[in-house]
């Protein structure tokens, strides 16, 4: 069977806009000459990153005028490594958000919904790392250092923010990476660390109903609720209706927080380049 890419692309570029999850590389720039006021750090990012390669050095056999340091390569790294998450974890999402009319209720299985959803969690939070362990260097200029140890460098750097007059973009930092702390993280830690999938889940409440059985020595009979007929069915539908709804909020949340961190990096990137302004020009 021949699949038409082209048909799927444009639907699920559709899906992504209808929800207002845009491509990372849209952002910075009104048109080719403007710059978009709201998004000025993705076109600080672009006009003056942390280190230029200057390509046409290369060319014409022209040596660097100076040797990069290793602060300059941690940070261009961590940027171009959050930018590369940001469109995995938009090219997840958009599949989740395509097979999300295709899930159905008291599924047994998982499905293309529940695998997407669980790579775009993993994008997402990974790019917030990316974005966390940018703002240690750009402040510290150290090698960040994973989970809690993380967050504590992460603090540190927001400290000495403060204390050289970057008191609101220390407090914007850290607000934001807390949203997305509570919001995509603990969903994809609840992935990870608890139950990832449908069949785990289908398990769980198998087991309850046989621990339930053993305890009262018989098992639940519906029949027991004097409940007629047609409330009954509309108590089933009710339930389905939860259940679907649910997956609603999971495709909320991944869209959510793609938008959040589009905002975040722009806030990152602008308060690089105004610390190295900073820097630069000295006390």
């Given at each position: 069977m021949t699949v038409d890419l082209d048909a799927l692309r444009k639907?699920?570029?559709?899906?992504?806009?209808s929800r207002g999850?845009?491509?990372?590389?849209?952002?910075?720039?009104l048109n080719e000459n403007d710059v978009d006021p709201d998004f000025?750090?993705?076109?600080?990012?672009?006009?003056?990153?942390?280190?230029?390669?200057h390509f046409i050095n290369w060319q014409d056999d022209t040596l660097p005028s100076r040797a990069p340091t290793e602060a300059e390569q941690r940070l261009m790294e961590l940027g171009h490594d959050?930018?590369?998450?940001?469109?995995?974890?938009?090219?997840?999402?958009?599949?989740?958000?395509?097979?999300?009319?295709?899930v159905r209720p008291l599924r047994v299985e998982p499905t293309e919904f529940d695998f997407n959803e669980f790579a775009a969690l993993t994008a997402l939070t990974a790019a917030a790392d990316r974005l966390r362990d940018f703002i240690i260097v750009t402040a510290l200029e150290i090698k960040p250092k994973n989970g809690k140890q993380a967050w504590e460098q992460f603090n540190k750097a927001?400290?000495?923010?403060?204390?050289?007059?970057?008191?609101?973009?220390?407090?914007?930092?850290?607000?934001?990476?807390?949203?997305?702390h509570d919001e995509a993280r603990k969903a994809r830690n609840k992935a990870v660390h608890e139950l990832a999938t449908?069949?785990?889940?289908?398990?769980?409440?198998?087991?309850?109903?046989d621990r339930e059985a053993f305890e009262k020595q018989r098992w639940h009979d519906p029949r027991d609720r004097?409940?007629?007929?047609?409330?009954?069915?509309?108590?089933?539908k009710q339930l389905d209706s939860k259940e679907l709804a649910?997956?609603?909020?999971?495709?909320?949340?991944?869209?959510?927080?793609h938008v959040e961190l589009v905002k975040l990096g722009e806030l990152c990137f602008r308060t690089e380049l105004k610390w190295r302004q900073r820097r630069m020009a000295g006390p």
């Open positions: 639907t699920t570029e559709e899906l992504l806009r999850v845009f491509d990372v590389d849209d952002f910075g720039w000025v750090g993705y076109a600080m990012w672009a006009l003056s990153p942390p280190y230029d390669h959050f930018f590369g998450l940001m469109k995995t974890a938009r090219h997840f999402i958009g599949h989740a958000l395509l097979n999300q009319p295709a927001c400290d000495k923010l403060r204390a050289s007059s970057f008191a609101a973009e220390a407090d914007d930092l850290q607000k934001r990476f807390k949203a997305i449908q069949p785990a889940h289908v398990q769980r409440q198998l087991i309850s109903m004097e409940v007629p007929y047609e409330e009954e069915l509309r108590e089933l649910e997956v609603e909020v999971h495709a909320k949340l991944l869209c959510d927080c």
